[in-house]
């Protein structure tokens, strides 16, 4: 099988590593790179756990290949906070309690911005239409579509494009 080098920027660093040509980016992120926000849940991009941003839009990086986010810009949900402060998404879902376990989190933080990004104003149901590739088993959705309104709130007076 083939080896490949890459070079990326990963939540604003830079990243260079060998991967094999059919690994997926979510194995090379973890495994290559250290990065383990992005989870590893179905595989098969059902569950949404492995999402980041590349390039600022949201991917299942368990559908792509590492070889091709070579000279990419990847941010997982770690790379949302500036200077020690919590993205205002990252704030809305500790604040309204919009995770429990935590596996699906990293997900749907990274989902939630790339529609913040496109739709600062979403309703209710263009949240939970955004979000609908992204699965939770412990919270029931209602705390974490109040949690993107919130947030959506709190971004239109202090914008912060990721
Ligand atoms: S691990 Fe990628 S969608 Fe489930
Ligand atoms: S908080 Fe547990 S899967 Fe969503």
Redesign the pocket.
Known sequence: MGRHNIELSIDGRPAAGEVESRMLLVQALRQVFGVTGPHIGCETGRCG?CTVLLDGHAVKSCLSLAVQADGSRVTTAAGLARDGDLHPLQKAFQERH????????PG?LCAALDLLNQNPNPTDGEIRDALRGN?????GYQH?VEAVAEAAVVMAHAPQKI
Not at 98 to 105: E, N, R, S, V
Not at 135 to 139: F, G, Q, S, V, W
């Open positions: 756990a919009a995770l429990q376990c935590g596996f699906c989190t749907m699965l939770c088993r412990c919270t974490i």
